[in-house]
């Protein structure tokens, strides 16, 4: 299907968005776009967490701001209305005598949703709302999960062999490898991209991970093991204090440093307790890496947003069974470099 002129400048506005992954977080990746007469005349993004939104970035780049009169804003998402780190967008707006403003989707932040476009017709400008809302939507999927769920977007992901196994069984030594040198780095750019990375009990013990960006570009993680019963009294990565760690238990402990401990209700179901505390501290996006009894939890509990498997052509016959997916919500496999990875995608997504 032909693309009309406001799909084209709002399908710019979502690839301008893009650059600002990974710097936003918990505030969602914005871009914009000015046009007079059929010309595009001033671009801009969300760079950074309590920076300049993508509007005011745009309407700074524009070099005569006598064109703004008579001009079209095309941004990803609706125009904020309320004082948060910046001022709100819709009275530089309304200020800037800007005409026509479209918006790829509504914001679902509370303290927006629809009064950012209301301002703006109250004052007399003519909105246009919902140009390609699905794709604007999906380029905010972790914010919309954050601001109407109230927990992360949870993402899950191992490797496992070709007949379904994730390990050998092992009270210690080192685990067999079924990821690979081409697989590495996609796996850390997902850690760049989230804004905590998980392991359990476990998975700390025997793997002694330090859960952080070594092979891409980006910050740390922030991490989170669930430790249920105090087990991890050696020497572990978790606790290098090179990263801010989270760990939740039943029991009472004093912070130390970089760890922080946070004691659940042990008679009450753990994840959920786990995901609400995540959410008020404004934990967006949520890695999960454990084994295979922490990320079948997740999924038992439907706690899970999307999940990917990295699917190994090594036959272990044996060993530590890989989490149980409905196959009904496999989206897409991808083979590369001999690893096929199986992307699942939940309801919400």
């Known amino acids: 299907m032909k693309m009309n002129e406001d799909e084209i400048y709002i399908r710019r506005c ?35 967490y309590g920076g300049p939104h993508a509007e005011v970035n745009a309407i700074r780049s524009v070099k005569d701001e006598s064109l703004l009169k008579r001009s079209t804003l095309y941004v990803s998402l609706e125009p904020c209305s309320h004082n948060g780190k910046t001022p709100p967008c819709t009275d530089l707006i309304i200020g800037k005598q800007i005409p026509r403003i479209v918006a790829g989707c509504q914001d679902p932040f509370i303290k927006v949703a629809g009064r950012g476009i209301q301002k703006l017709r109250d004052a007399g400008r003519e909105v246009v709302a919902g140009v390609l809302e699905e794709e604007c939507r999906r380029l905010i999927r972790h914010f919309i999960i954050a601001n109407t769920l109230h927990r992360p977007y949870i993402i ?41 990375i998980m392991v359990g009990t476990n998975t700390a013990i025997l793997d002694n991970p330090s859960l952080n960006v070594r092979h891409w570009y980006g910050k740390n993680p ?6 249920k019963h105090l087990a991890l009294s050696r020497p572990l990565h978790l606790f290098d204090g090179s990263v801010p760690t989270l760990v939740y238990t039943t029991k009472r402990c004093q912070k130390a440093g970089q760890v922080e401990y946070i004691t659940l209700d042990g008679e009450k179901p753990l994840l959920p307790q786990i995901m609400a505390d995540l959410g008020r501290r404004r934990v967006q996006t949520l890695l999960v890496e454990g084994g295979s009894q922490l990320l079948q939890s997740f999924i038992d509990d439907g706690l899970w947003d ?16 890989a989490p149980e997916i409905n196959p009904e919500n496999l989206c897409s496999i991808q083979k590369n470099f001999g690893i096929y990875t199986l992307h699942y995608a939940g309801k919400n997504t």
């Open 222 to 227: 922030l991490r989170i093991v669930l430790d």
């Open 14 to 48: 979502i690839q301008l968005a893009k650059n600002g992954q990974n710097n936003v977080s918990p505030n969602p990746m914005v871009g914009a776009v000015i046009v007079c007469d059929g010309k595009i005349i001033g671009e801009g993004y969300h760079m950074e």
């Open 306 to 321: 999307e999940i990917f498997v990295e699917k190994s052509e090594i036959v272990l016959s044996s060993g530590v069974k």
């Open 156 to 196: 899950l992901k191992w490797a496992e062999s070709a007949d379904g196994f994730m390990d050998v069984n092992r009270t210690e030594g080192v685990a067999v490898r079924l990821s690979t040198d081409h697989t590495i780095m996609p796996a850390h750019k997902k850690r760049a991209e989230a804004d905590a």
